[in-house]
């Protein structure tokens, strides 16, 4: 939201919003009791009809329920096998400086001591070339995966096969 250029007073709105709309599915089920108790959160805090129908077809997949209760560190803490974890600069779904730190934490409490954490300049969620990090941007860049990538993951696959 800061970087399309909203106020932070309705980042603020809009994250409590969520943030509700988020406690709801939580606490409830994938009943129509639940999703009419996420509508009117939204619709409360001035989501637009068609935003509605986006967030709550999404908010609807048994996919989305995970997603918001599952803790990724549970697993981390326990994984032992070689690790390397990239992750763009750009990256607005996945903040790096938000969420590196905690990867290699759990990490870390698992006693695994054969982790890479690498934050790859300029590159987005899809780990292309970007200006923004936006979403919107996506679609209009040329490059499916930068070389970059292909090349730190192939590189270190090597490196952690060798001789296997």
């Known amino acids: 939201a800061k970087a399309a250029g909203l106020r932070d007073d309705v980042i603020a709105a809009r994250r409590g919003m969520f943030e509700a709309g988020y406690a709801e599915l939580k606490a ?3 009943s129509p009791a639940t999703r009419a108790r996420v509508e009117k959160v939204f619709t409360d805090g001035g989501m637009s009809a068609e935003e509605r129908q986006v967030a709550l077809a999404q908010m609807g997949v048994p996919w989305f329920q995970t997603f918001l209760t599952l803790d990724p560190a549970v697993y981390l803490r326990q994984l032992k096998a070689p690790v390397l974890v990239l992750n763009g600069s750009l990256d607005l779904q996945v ?13 870390g409490a698992a006693g695994n001591r054969d982790v890479e954490l690498v934050e790859l300049p300029g590159l987005n969620h ?4 970007a200006t923004t990090g936006m979403p919107t941007e996506y679609g209009t860049i040329e490059e499916t995966m930068s070389p970059d990538v292909l ?3 192939s590189t270190w696959v090597v490196r952690h ?4």
């Open 161 to 164: 096969t060798a001789g296997d």
């Open 28 to 30: 409830g089920d994938r």
């Open 126 to 129: 899809l780990f292309q070339h």
């Open 151 to 153: 090349d730190k993951v």
């Open 95 to 107: 903040d790096p400086a938000q969420n590196l730190p905690p990867i290699r934490a759990a990490l």
